[in-house]
């Protein structure tokens, strides 16, 4: 989230919601948010927001801020819906913000359902926040937090779509298995019904086929050795070490880029 616009000089805190007055309950919510009583603070920031259009306030200031105090107390579902409805302004700069904090919000809720096995609904909640990251840079093009989350978006957007793809084959593996397994039991079946006499020529057969394939095997063993290996020749194991070296490689690239979450703070009002 964004860090705030406020100044740092505290207020007493008023727990009081002026609910006719917007100006009066945005001061209220911001004294309570600077003392970390979020729901307080939201609870004012939603009568600010409720009673700003009749006095030809913006109302998405508030919106924005009751959004950010939701986020705080791990609303996440009631934050993105405010953070929504925060987008309705001509206020650019706070538009941006809106954008980028929805995005991160976005996130959160793709978490929550990659935790729970719906690897479907993160991924297309991972494709919504690069969406809401994009429209934050074309407002603000040197903001580099959204330009990391936005890549991050992506690749686990990506990262979701492989985890359900992987969980659709599950079943269909597992049919097969039961298939193999049933196919063996009946097989076994049918060897146990075999009378004695035909146990007896298949076990000639067998041992009649068996006498070229050690012929074969004993022709093998007399073939010399294969020759050792060239000096510039890679052995599998020096293979492997080298596809574990690029993979760790790879990693510490991706391990640079993390995603810039901080703690949500409300904006400057403009009322």
Known sequence: MKRSLFGLGALLLSTTVHATDPRAAL????????????????????????????AQL??????????????RVGRLDEAAERLAEALRTGNLPLQQR????????????????EKQGKFDEAR???????????????LDPADADAKVNYELSLRWQQE?????????????????KQDQNKDKNKQDQQNQQQDPQQKQDDQQQADQQQKPDQQQQ???????APAEKKDNEMTTEEALQLLNAMRQEEQAQRDKLRLNVGQPEPV???W
């Open 27 to 54: 001061d209220t919510g911001a004294e309570a948010y600077r003392a970390q009583q979020f729901d307080a603070a939201k609870k004012a920031f939603f009568a600010a927001g409720t009673n700003a259009a009749s």
């Open 124 to 138: 297309k909640l991972a494709g919504e926040a690069a969406t809401h990251f994009e429209q934050a840079i074309l």
């Open 160 to 176: 979701m779509e492989r985890k359900k793809q992987e969980q659709e084959q599950q079943p269909q593996q597992q049919d097969q």
């Open 218 to 224: 004993s022709r093998q063993d007399q073939q010399p």
């Open 98 to 113: 809106a954008w980028y904090n929805r995005g991160d919000t976005l996130l959160g809720q793709m978490a929550t359902q």
């Open 58 to 71: 913006d109302p998405a200031v508030a919106k924005y801020n009751e959004g950010s105090a939701a986020y």
């Open 268 to 270: 400057e009002k403009d």
